[in-house]
T-cell receptor, first 111, second 114 residues
Framework: KQEVTQIPAALSVPEGENLVLNCSFTDSAIYNLQWFRQDPGKGLTSLLLIQSSQREQTSGRLNASLDKSSGRSTLYIAASQPGDSATYLCAVNSGYSTLTFGKGTMLLVSP | ETGVTQSPTHLIKTRGQQVTLRCSSQSGHNTVSWYQQALGQGPQFIFQYYREEENGRGNFPPRFSGLQFPNYSSELNVNALELDDSALYLC?????????????FGPGTRLTVL
């Protein structure tokens, strides 16, 4: 059974800092891994999707890496802004488009 | 192109009642998945429908059931509601059921059971 763990559970940083969110998964037989953002009480916004054959994906200030063999992914956020404050969820797709999620990292960026 | 929509936005029910949640998939998507997200937790997979048939189920009891219609919209039904069913229910659609297909999520329905 696939299990996904995210560290840290919560993170508070001042504006402008670069930061790294971590995600680990127990079964390396995945199709892809996806990072989502969730604002309080809202649905999920997809940030980046990395296929199993890829090592990283970039979108603006976000960079996600994938090391499938070690069961790890990181989400790097450069020059953080207060608008980045949200919960970030990592999810792995092990087949048939069903996702297994971690519990998320709650990020607070203070001005 | 219309994204994934869900209705209602919020719902309050009492223990023992039944509830139906609705989801309209993104245009051209034939696969719909439902997830339950309790407060402070990540979403958990309930079940998936592909071309009107259930195509996989997570660890949820039979009182959680669903339907998918010919237009690929979907319903989630929960009978005999319990307090622990209070959660955000998320619907996601994808182009097909293959593992490489991206899922697109709706805004969710917040269910409160009193």
């Amino acid at each position: 059974k696939q299990e996904v763990t995210q560290i840290p559970a919560a993170l508070s940083v001042p504006e402008g800092e670069n930061l790294v969110l971590n995600c680990s998964f127990t079964d390396s037989a995945i199709y892809n891994l996806q990072w989502f953002r969730q604002d309080p009480g809202k649905g999920l916004t997809s940030l980046l999707l990395i296929q199993s054959s890829q090592r990283e994906q970039t979108s603006g200030r976000l960079n996600a890496s994938l090391d499938k063999s070690s069961g790890r992914s990181t989400l790097y956020i450069a020059a953080s802004q207060p608008g980045d404050s949200a919960t970030y969820l990592c999810a792995v797709n092990s087949g048939y488009s069903t996702l297994t999620f971690g519990k998320g990292t709650m990020l607070l960026v203070s001005p | 192109e219309t994204g994934v929509t869900q209705s209602p936005t919020h719902l309050i029910k009492t223990r023992g009642q039944q509830v139906t949640l609705r989801c309209s998939s993104q245009s051209g998507h034939n696969t719909v998945s439902w997830y339950q997200q309790a407060l402070g937790q990540g979403p958990q997979f309930i079940f998936q429908y592909y071309r009107e048939e259930e195509n996989g189920r997570g660890n949820f009891p039979p009182r959680f059931s669903g339907l998918q219609f010919p237009n690929y919209s979907s319903e989630l039904n929960v009978n005999a509601l319990e307090l622990d069913d209070s959660a955000l229910y998320l619907c996601a659609s994808s182009l097909a059921r293959g593992g490489q297909n991206t899922q697109y999520f709706g805004p969710g329905t917040r269910l409160t059971v009193l």
